[in-house]
């Protein structure tokens, strides 16, 4: 007889986190569900992050990478090893959130509702706890990007392009039937290639209103890295994804993108502007699977 508290691993990647993941993984021993372990997944930091946090939650279990595998190879670790350990939901959740006490209770309960979700997500507010960060996602396919939605949900549930890898909660089932992580992306856009392989295997997106987390969002610190990776990852998700009445479409924007980026540069050689421009050159050299 299925459990009334379906076993929940919480798999918590973290790289040079020192700042945030003590705040996080505090927070995650205080949630009122009665069915969950955290693993923490460190990406070989060098701020002595992991070593705090072990010291300070012997209840979670630390698994330390070599090195930094990025975002989905180092996710992934925890996933296989949280599937290993007959997990039937993975929450994927970064280190720089902090947690309401029953987020987790709302988002198993919203799951639990409708077996033909595979993917939910809370609402996350931005790191002042009343704007809204993400409510929801949209691909626009044309324009090659992805937008956050950002209002507050007037229902409790609403559907989704995409889910955030801020929080992720996936039933053990989708990997099952699609896959870990896609370890072709490094940073960024995996979360959006995830989703789609999962609506396109029958799986429900879903943000649930009433399961609330803050995101202080760390990469803002360093953001030429961040934009590098967003372009960078953006492109590979297209070629990887793109529908087959944009397949002309998407190599003629991206040839325009990447005139635009030129004559930029030309202009003015910000870190920004050089960021893109490495991106693009790079991923003309980059070899994939499909």
């Not at 990025?70 to 929450?91: H, P, T």
């Not at 979700?117 to 996602?137: Q, Y």
């Amino acid at each position: 007889m299925r459990s009334l508290y379906p076993k929940v691993s919480i798999v918590v990647l973290n790289y040079n986190g020192k700042d945030c993941l003590r705040g996080s993984l505090a927070s995650l021993f205080c949630l009122g569900y009665p069915n969950f372990e955290v693993v923490a997944v460190d990406n070989n930091s060098i701020d002595g992050s992991l070593e705090s946090a072990r010291q300070s939650f012997s209840r979670a279990t630390f698994i330390k990478n070599e090195h930094n595998l990025g975002f989905s190879a180092g996710n992934n670790v925890g996933i296989k090893y949280s599937l290993e350990r007959m997990a039937e939901y993975v929450l994927l959740l970064n280190n720089d959130t902090v947690v309401k006490k029953d987020f987790l209770s709302r988002l198993i309960e919203s799951a639990e509702s409708d077996k033909t979700v595979g993917i939910l997500s809370p609402l996350i507010f931005a790191r002042d706890g009343r704007a809204v960060w993400f409510s929801g996602g949209k691909i626009d396919w044309l324009r090659m990007k992805t937008e956050h939605k950002k209002e507050l949900i007037e229902s409790n549930f609403t559907r989704s392009d995409f889910i955030s890898g801020c929080a992720m909660l996936v039933r053990a089932e989708v990997f099952t039937k699609i896959g870990l992580l896609d370890e072709d992306f490094f940073l960024y856009w995996e979360d959006a290639d995830f989703s789609v392989r999962a609506k396109k295997a029958g799986f429900g997106l879903l943000v649930v209103a009433g399961a609330q987390i803050t995101h202080l969002e760390k990469s803002e610190e360093v953001r030429k890295n961040k934009v590098y990776w967003l372009v960078l990852s953006g492109l590979l998700f297209f070629r990887k994804n793109v529908p087959n009445c944009l397949k002309l479409w998407i190599p003629a924007y991206t040839f325009l993108r990447r005139v635009k980026n030129w004559n930029d540069v030309r202009k003015n050689k910000t870190e920004i502007n050089l960021a893109v421009q490495k991106a693009y050159r790079d991923f003309s050299k980059l070899k994939c699977k499909k």
